[in-house]
């Protein structure tokens, strides 16, 4: 009895297999990949994502090197820098804080510390008010 | 007196002239004009575009091919989107509605609209459904569908030294069919300058 149970499972379990393979055998057109829900199933998932850029421009820019551009972007910094440095009440803007050299930092001026921008005429201490442990502060 | 008056004139004028010298000046000038102000993209560069690759994508083959293959019926075209990939911002929808407004006015192609402003018409039939009487509101499911879609992008090729800059701009527009991603038509537009500072 139960092994005759177990072959019209079998068979039940076959005969709803093949129908499913033949269903989705006859829902395919001509020359059709069988395979094609797969990609269908990718692209469901970002489809509106993609589509929402139709009829856009995406900006993928690079910057050109110019000669011209570059010589005027470098006086427009050094414009800003000088800017800033008059702000800041003179070339040395000494803050008190911590370091080796008798209680004065290196002079705290973001724009002349990075970029390697003038620390030739800074390291001299030419301007500087108090001319001890300047350019040795870090 | 005379000495008075002299510098009495003179202080007029030479005040009318710093009026003058500080007033911002604008005047309409035509749209065809070309004005070449800093040698970047303008709009003589995105007209020049327009009108190439307008011509060329309603005179070529790929609209007679399709209405062979289709009994007379008109293609469908869909916008995708352009990379810039220039050195320079350019927003290609300046020309890219040209082209769209050559499709519709010569009536040759069908244009389907993309995007955000799908998601609104889509959005607007939504409403409708809930909204608008029955006689007039409109149904999901019977939008066209694309038989193509205009992709493109933007290059550029900048050579400078001192003062001098030659820049190139190649902009490629490219039809595809959506259903067998055969490219049928490229067109192309290159522009070169040479700009001295």
């Known amino acids: 009895m139960k092994r005759n149970l177990f072959i019209i499972a079998a068979l039940v379990a076959g005969c709803f297999y093949s129908f499913n393979v033949s269903a989705q055998q006859s829902s395919l057109v001509q020359d059709q990949n069988p395979r094609y829900k797969e990609s269908e199933r990718k692209y469901a998932r970002i489809a509106d994502t993609l589509n929402s850029e139709h009829g856009t421009t995406i900006q993928n820019t690079y910057k050109a090197f110019d000669w011209y551009e570059a010589k005027q972007e470098r006086r427009q910094q050094n414009r800003e820098w000088r800017h800033e440095e008059r702000l800041n009440g003179g070339y040395y803007d000494y803050t008190p804080s911590w370091s080796l050299y008798g209680g004065y930092s290196y002079p705290f001026n973001s724009y002349r510390g990075y970029g390697g921008y003038g620390f030739g005429n800074h390291w001299g201490g030419g301007r500087s008010r108090f001319g001890v442990g300047v350019g040795f502060g870090w | ?197």
């Open chain 2, 1 to 197: 007196m005379k000495f008075n008056n002299f510098l009495a004139v003179a202080a007029i004028g030479a005040s009318a002239l710093f009026v003058s010298s500080c007033s911002r000046q604008v005047n309409r000038v035509s749209t065809e004009q070309t004005i070449d102000i800093s040698g970047s993209w303008n709009n003589s560069d995105s007209r020049l575009v327009a009108d190439d690759l307008s011509g060329k994508i309603l005179g070529a083959n790929w609209i007679n091919n399709f209405q062979e293959a289709h009994q007379g019926k008109k293609p469908t075209v869909i916008v995708g989107f352009v990379q810039n990939k220039s050195h320079e911002h350019i927003e290609a929808e300046t020309f890219l509605k040209d082209v769209e407004s050559a499709f519709v006015q010569t009536s040759k192609v069908r244009l389907v609209q993309g995007g955000k402003k799908r998601e609104e018409l889509r959005a607007e039939k939504e409403d409708q459904q809930s909204n608008a009487s029955v006689s007039t509101m409109k149904k999901f499911g019977l939008e066209n569908g694309a038989d193509y879609i205009l992709q493109g992008s933007i290059n550029s090729i900048v050579d400078a030294h001192k003062r001098q800059k030659v820049v190139y701009y190649q902009v490629n527009l490219e039809l595809t069919d959506i259903q067998s991603n055969e490219v049928v038509w490229i067109g192309e537009k290159k522009i070169a300058k040479y700009v001295k500072n």
